[in-house]
T-cell receptor, first 115, second 113 residues
């Protein structure tokens, strides 16, 4: 089983719908991240959390919210999806030691299409 | 201007070629420099990281950092079709506390037999 699991892997939805992307990890890491990847734009940070009670906005948090339900679970929500949120979304994890040198462990991605 | 610039390619080379992948950056506070590899339909995985300036070698892969020029490179010797992937550079400042990597756009590499 994957250490960082994202669900769903693929989702097609309509404008205005609420969408939740879920991430769970078995690595025991305290740090979790949500990134968005678009062709030509690379990886952009949406939100990150260093522990259950810590939530921080990233570069592109507008239109998104997150919930850290437990150390192992970090969910990303789009309250009212719009077409320009069509992208590949990645969850990543790390710990204090590996995070300090930039080592993140990524899930396999959730491809979201908003029509 | 983005803090980290990387040519998206694609870069197409024959098997066995030496590949050079590069990034430039503008933030002089960056101290840790990483290269991630991302296969199609997969998440990125860390290939190697380097602290400050200098070279680091791991098998066929060599990472170089030139802080004076704000330029980093990844060299792949004897490239193989299995090296075909997108390579993303990433960087972290030593100060600031959050240690969140800033990623380049990624370069798509195609190694053809």
């Amino acid at each position: 089983d994957a250490d960082v699991t994202q669900t769903p892997r693929n989702r097609i939805t309509k404008t205005g719908k609420r969408i939740m992307l879920e991430c769970s990890q078995t690595k025991g890491h305290d740090r979790m991240y949500w990134y968005r990847q678009d062709p030509g734009l690379g990886l952009r940070l949406i939100y990150y959390s260093f522990d259950v009670k810590d939530i921080n906005k990233g570069e592109i948090s507008d239109g998104y919210s997150v919930s850290r339900q437990a150390q192992a679970k970090f969910s990303l929500s789009l309250e009212s999806a719009i077409p320009n949120q069509t992208a590949l979304y990645f969850c990543a994890t790390s710990d204090a030691v590996r995070g300090a040198t930039g080592e993140l462990f990524f899930g396999e991605g959730s491809r979201l299409t908003v029509l | 201007q983005k803090e980290v610039e990387q040519d998206p390619g694609p870069l197409s080379v024959p098997e066995g070629a030496i590949v050079s992948l590069n990034c430039t950056y503008s933030n002089s506070a960056f101290q840790y420099f990483m290269w991630y590899r991302q296969y199609s339909r997969k998440g990125p995985e860390l290939l190697m990281y380097t602290y400050s300036s200098g070279n680091k070698e791991d098998g066929r892969f060599t990472a170089q950092v030139d802080k004076s020029s704000k330029y980093i490179s990844l060299f792949i010797r004897d490239s193989q079709p299995s090296d075909s992937a997108t390579y993303l550079c990433a960087m972290i400042p030593l100060s600031g506390g959050s240690y969140i990597p800033t990623f380049g756009r990624g370069t798509s590499l195609i190694v053809h037999p």
